[in-house]
């Protein structure tokens, strides 16, 4: 019998009375990529390029135009970190998939490596609709292993919206295991990601190291030069 994993997730909802804006979605299926705007004005873009191991949500930006994500390693820009070259824009993927690392998946691993490491592929837009107060887009992809063995079937849908001073984004998405039994080990990363620009990252005078689960570790820089973020609970 066939398993599901359905996640459903909301990021940037702000004041939900406001009166939402137009959304219209641009695909550019020769290009690989499905740009959202609100009220004419950017707000993200769908990316599937074939060389990237995953589709990601990249730029996105804020209702005044401010660009919330980092631009390494797509896009760089001076004073930026450019560590965790697998932190691309807005992603959702899983460290440990029947041992299978698709979380730290990316151009940085050798050769020789990538045998331990899942991708998102085959990924097909099969639906863009405007809306005047909401746009969608729906896609699938697979969760391969280097051999090209399907591992999971994904079906995601965005539901895209905004506001003068918002800017939201629903995701739901189903992963269906196919041929084998699939299993998520309980580890450190996963699911839903975003790397965001230097100026939101929590400032830290002391350079830190990150382990995977394939064992490679990663030396994160002090995070100075301008990050400012502070990030609190409904608590405080």
Not at 69 to 88: A, I, Q, S, W, Y
Not at 186 to 204: A, H, N, Q, W, Y
Request: hydrophobic content about 35%; charged content about 25%; proline content about 3%.
């Amino acid at each position: 019998m066939k398993k599901y994993l359905i996640i459903a997730c909301c990021y940037f909802s702000l004041n939900a009375n406001a009166q939402n804006k137009n959304v219209s979605l641009v695909r550019n299926d020769q290009e690989r990529k499905v740009d959202v705007l609100i009220d004419g004005k950017p707000f993200t873009s769908f990316i599937y390029p074939e060389n990237m191991e995953k589709p990601i949500l990249y730029p996105i930006l804020a209702a005044d135009g401010a660009i919330v994500t980092r631009g390494f390693p797509l896009n760089k820009r001076e004073g930026e970190r450019v560590d965790h070259p697998h932190h691309v824009g807005l992603w959702l993927n899983y460290e440990s998939v029947n041992g299978l690392d698709f979380w730290n998946n990316s151009f940085a691993i050798p050769a020789e490596k990538k045998v331990k490491y899942g991708w998102i592929r085959n990924v097909k837009v099969d639906k863009v609709e405007n809306g005047k107060a909401s746009g969608k887009l729906s896609y699938t992809a697979n969760w391969e292993n280097q051999a090209k063995d399907i591992l999971l079937k994904e079906q995601t849908t965005f539901v895209f919206s905004g506001t003068d001073n918002a800017r939201i984004i629903d995701r739901i998405t189903t992963l269906t295991a196919q041929k084998d039994t699939v299993k998520f080990k309980d580890i450190k990363d996963g699911m839903l990601g975003i790397r965001v620009t230097k100026e939101l990252e929590f400032p830290s005078n002391k350079v830190e190291e990150f382990t995977d689960s394939q064992g490679n570790t990663t030396k994160v820089s002090a995070s100075g030069n301008g990050a400012n973020g502070t990030y609190l609970t409904s608590a405080r």
